[in-house]
T-cell receptor
Framework: ELKVEQNPLFLSMQEGKNYTIYCNYS?????LYWYRQDPGKSLESLFV?????AVKQEGRLMASLDTKARLSTLHITAAVHDLSATYFC??????????????FGQGTRLTINP | DGGITQSPKYLFRKEGQNVTLSCEQN?????MYWYRQDPGQGLRLIYY???????QKGDIAEGYSVSREKKESFPLTVTSAQKNPTAFYLC?????????????FGPGTRLTVL
């Protein structure tokens, strides 16, 4: 059974600092997703990582995937207050076609202080 | 505009009542999903459907029922058998094509039991 764990679960940091959120998954996964959720809102897709060694960047966020270690990271560079949110990773069992069953981590609540 | 709509945004239920949450998409997606999110937690899959007139149980289907009579619609009924239904419910949809089946989420319905 696929399980996904994130750490840390809570992260408070200062603007301008760098930090990394880690996402471990327990069995083979077809792909890895990162989502952002603001309080009371739905999920916003950030990154989809499809293969080993994949790296994607958008602004101050960079995500990477190591399928051998079953590890994905979300790196925040020079944090700004607008990045305060809860970040989720999600993995999915291998599937050829059809609906995917996403398995989510617990989420990392990120607070960025001035 | 293409997207996913959920209604109502807020829903209050008395003990013993069944309630139905609406989810509609105009993205021409084959697959649709229902997730539940409890405070401070990740999302858990309730039901999913790959095609019209077909659906499968997710990880926490007990106390819930769904139907998929139209491609665009995937309503979720929370029955009186669901003992702790207070939660945030998110609907999602995706294509069924391999490597292109990223899930997109609706705005959510917050259900509270009085």
């Amino acid at each position: 059974e696929l399980k996904v764990e994130q750490n840390p679960l809570f992260l408070s940091m200062q603007e301008g600092k760098n930090y990394t959120i880690y996402c471990n998954y327990s069995t083979t996964s077809d792909r890895l997703y990162w989502y952002r959720q603001d309080p009371g809102k739905s999920l916003e897709s950030l990154f989809v990582l499809l293969s080993n060694g994949a790296v994607k960047q958008e602004g101050r966020l960079m995500a990477s995937l190591d399928t051998k270690a079953r590890l994905s990271t979300l790196h925040i560079t020079a944090a700004v207050h607008d990045l305060s949110a809860t970040y989720f990773c999600a993995a999915t069992p291998p599937i050829i076609q059809g609906a995917q069953k996403l398995v989510f981590g617990q989420g990392t609540r990120l607070t960025i202080n001035p | 505009d293409g997207g996913i709509t959920q209604s109502p945004k807020y829903l209050f239920r008395k003990e013993g009542q069944n309630v139905t949450l609406s989810c509609e998409q105009n993205l021409n997606h084959d697959a649709m999903y229902w997730y539940r999110q409890d405070p401070g937690q990740g999302l858990r899959l309730i039901y999913y459907s790959q095609i019209v007139n077909d659906f499968q149980k997710g990880d926490i289907a007990e106390g819930y029922s769904v139907s998929r009579e139209k491609k665009e619609s995937f309503p979720l009924t929370v029955t009186s058998a669901q003992k702790n239904p207070t939660a945030f419910y998110l609907c999602a949809s995706s294509t069924s094509l391999p490597y292109y089946n990223e899930q997109f989420f609706g705005p959510g319905t917050r259900l509270t039991v009085l």
